[in-house]
């Protein structure tokens, strides 16, 4: 029987809830819902001294089952967690094995702004823990390409067999040995081409799939250029605004669009370089009230004649969140200041961004743009697929096509479906596959270039799982 002091924090995550999926908080049963976008269970159980204790999980990703990497990743996850506030970065052993973000609060105790707190650090340091895994795995893989393509260069040059070249696995230092790991957490800088408007536009209209985004960038794109004209001839000129809101789940294509309106505001005049800023609340929050003004100005300065694109936006706002209010307040003095100068992408769920440009009325009145970028269709993950075989040598034999689309049309197209990075992943996956079945093989090189269908995972149905990251 659910005693008082559960009924009374299941009201107090019911409330902060975007969805729930069940449960009574017992060990058997734990609370399961989607707080801030992230998939959160909560579970209270007694500790040796008989105190009860809430415990918050915060479900970050599947870890890859890549032997190879398997070491790196436990170094990383061990020197993450001694330095991540409100969180311990754990591995729960499970088949495959989750990744978690975790916390624990004295349960008679807790309150509306702890919990509030709480449930911020966690969900935050999910998604950065989430990006950096990604990175993680993309940096071995890149490196391990490398090191192949380096072993076949020998391999051509010379006669006489030669050694194998090592795979170098790609490695995360701790933060406290890398001095500029909080500048590289802060934000990143994309250059920009010089190209014309039309090359530019060209190369957006290449993009696989999101036709109503490329609709409306060009139609954005076109009317600057006439207000432009207008202005030149001494007309009044109607100028839409350059800040604009991309929404849609990751992996839909957020952040390069985002470049190439950098590229195409430079190319009729708008903006100076055109370069793009690309940061989230980490590279604008600092530690301290009074430094996140510091920390958003610099961040918005080095944006300064290009886009800056803040991803994840909405997790700025929250109640009682002095901090994210902090940079907000900065970011739209910023904007007024030096108007024509920058042009601000803000990103992130659909849902969530409404609230947030809700949240303030400055916010309202600078983006008067959304632009939806839709999931993918089962034919366009497909396309994406056959683009990353192509650029990595690969052909897929007919079962393997067959096999790759049951196990893309099967994938969960829920809040948070991950798009083309499921296809990265699912491709990285087939490629290892493929190369265990090889192993210890002289294979020729029509068949080191053909993916089979016994190197495509079956299609996996992941409904009736219990751990958070599938609800």
């Not at 409330?15 to 060990?27: F, I, K, P």
């Not at 090592?166 to 500029?180: F, G, K, L, Q, V």
């Not at 207000?227 to 001839?233: D, E, L, T, V, Y």
């Not at 910023?334 to 809700?358: C, K, L, T």
């Amino acid at each position: 029987m659910t005693s008082p002091l559960h009924h009374r924090l299941l009201d107090m995550l019911r409330t902060r809830a975007d969805r729930v999926a069940g449960g009574d908080l017992s060990e058997l049963d734990p609370f399961e819902c989607i707080v801030h976008a992230e998939a959160v269970s909560a579970r209270v159980y007694a500790r040796y001294n008989r105190t009860e204790v809430l415990a918050l999980d915060v479900y970050v990703d599947d870890l890859p089952s890549d032997p190879e990497l398997q070491p790196d990743i436990w170094r990383w996850v061990a020197t993450r967690s001694g330095v991540m506030p409100f969180a311990t970065l754990h591995i729960d052993r499970q088949d495959p094995p989750v990744l978690m973000v975790s916390h624990t609060l004295v349960a008679e105790t807790v309150d509306d702004h702890q919990l509030d707190e709480v449930l911020d650090g966690l969900t935050f340091m999910a998604r950065r823990s989430r990006a950096r895994l990604a990175a993680l795995v993309a940096s071995a893989q890149e490196a391990r390409s490398a090191a192949d393509d380096a072993g076949r260069r020998t391999n051509a040059e010379h006669d006489a067999p030669s050694a194998p070249v090592e795979p170098r696995r790609a490695t995360i230092d701790p933060p406290s040995s890398r001095a500029d790991d909080a500048e590289r957490d802060d934000f990143t800088v994309h250059t920009p081409s010089h190209r014309s408007t039309e090359q530019v536009l060209a190369d957006l209209d290449q993009l696989v799939g999101l036709h109503p985004v490329k609709a409306e960038i060009t139609a954005l794109v076109r009317a600057q250029e006439v207000a432009g004209i207008r202005r030149q001839r001494g007309l009044a000129a109607n100028t839409p605004s350059p800040h604009l809101v991309f929404v849609g789940n990751p992996g839909t294509g957020k952040t390069t669009v985002a470049r190439l309106v950098g590229e195409l505001y430079r190319s009729i005049g708008l903006l100076q370089s055109g370069h793009l800023v690309e940061t989230d609340r980490a590279g604008l929050v600092a530690g301290y009230l009074g430094q996140t003004a510091l920390k958003t100005k610099q961040v918005c300065e080095r944006a300064l004649g290009g886009v800056l694109f803040i991803d994840e936006a909405y997790s700025l706002v929250a109640e009682r969140d002095s901090y994210g209010t902090e940079a907000i307040d900065t970011l739209l003095t910023f904007m007024e200041n030096h108007r024509g100068e920058m042009a601000v992408v803000v990103a992130g769920y659909p849902v969530e961004m409404r609230r947030f440009i809700d949240s303030n009325p400055g916010l309202r009145s600078r983006f008067d743009l959304t632009v939806e970028f839709p999931d993918y269709s089962t034919d366009e993950l497909m396309t994406m697929f056959d683009g990353l075989a192509v650029r990595h040598d690969y052909d897929l034999a007919p079962d393997a096509r067959l096999a790759v689309q049951r196990t893309i049309a099967a994938l969960p197209r829920r809040h948070g479906f991950g798009n083309g990075r499921e296809v990265r992943k699912l491709f990285n996956e087939v490629t290892r596959r493929h190369a265990q079945l090889l192993a210890g093989t002289k294979p020729d090189t029509a068949i080191l270039r053909t993916l089979t269908a016994e190197a495509v995972p079956a299609p996996v149905q992941r409904a009736t799982e219990r751990h958070p990251g599938y609800l």
